[in-house]
Every structure is written in structure tokens, then in C-alpha cells.
């Protein structure tokens, strides 16, 4: 079982970058899939990115050219990296295993 914990949330103005972690526990998180989820006020949780167990990368339509994820295996940590933030990107973002295994949240406010 993968247990995730989410960090690096906060306030920033638009055009500002935030980089976000996502620290894992638990086996084989080099063999997984990791991704990156966001969920705006009274939206559904929508895919912002993901990354294979081989470094493949997808990423959803609107980050695509701003957002960057990135895994360190030996660290067992996924990152985005969020630069160009716009209001639009306000939302909780969630750090996701597959399999099913989801962290808390963590709160990413953008200012225009």
C-alpha cells in the first residue's frame, strides 16, 4: 500500500510558479504510475499530469507548456513544477498512485 503526502501549495500571483511534491511510502513506487489531479469549487478531479514508471509524460491540454512533472525514484517523490500560473489553476491538487492510492490535497490559490 502507497501512502502520499502533498506539499508545496500556497498563494501566488498570476504569472508566478509554484513547484509541488509529492513524498510516497510504501513498495514498488518505481514500477508505478504517478500523476498529479486538481479539483477546482464545484468541478470534477481532472488529470494536470502524469508520468510512467519509465518517464513517460502526459500532461492535460491546459498546463500543457507551463506545468512539468517529474519522479525520483530513489527518493520516492513526484514533482510539478507550475510556472505562467493563472487564476484558472486555483484549485486543490492531489498526488495520485496507481492502483488507487490518493494524498490529502494540497491548496494552490492563483491571484489575478
Known amino acids: 500500500q502507497v501512502q502520499l503526502v502533498e506539499s508545496g501549495g500556497g498563494l501566488v500571483q498570476a504569472g508566478g510558479s509554484l513547484r509541488l511534491s509529492c513524498a510516497a511510502s510504501?513498495?514498488?513506487?518505481?514500477?508505478?504510475?504517478m500523476a498529479w489531479y486538481r479539483q477546482a469549487p464545484g468541478k470534477q478531479r481532472d488529470l494536470v499530469a502524469e508520468?510512467?514508471?519509465?518517464?513517460?509524460?502526459t500532461y492535460g491540454a491546459s498546463v500543457k507548456g507551463r506545468f512539468t512533472i517529474s519522479r525520483d525514484n530513489a527518493k520516492k517523490m513526484v514533482y510539478l513544477q507550475m510556472n505562467s500560473l493563472k487564476p484558472e489553476d486555483t484549485a486543490v491538487y492531489y498526488c495520485y498512485a496507481q492502483y488507487g492510492a490518493w494524498g490529502q490535497g494540497t491548496q494552490v490559490t492563483v491571484s489575478s
Open positions: 508520468i510512467t514508471s519509465g518517464g513517460s509524460t
Open positions: 510504501g513498495t514498488f513506487f518505481s514500477s508505478k504510475t
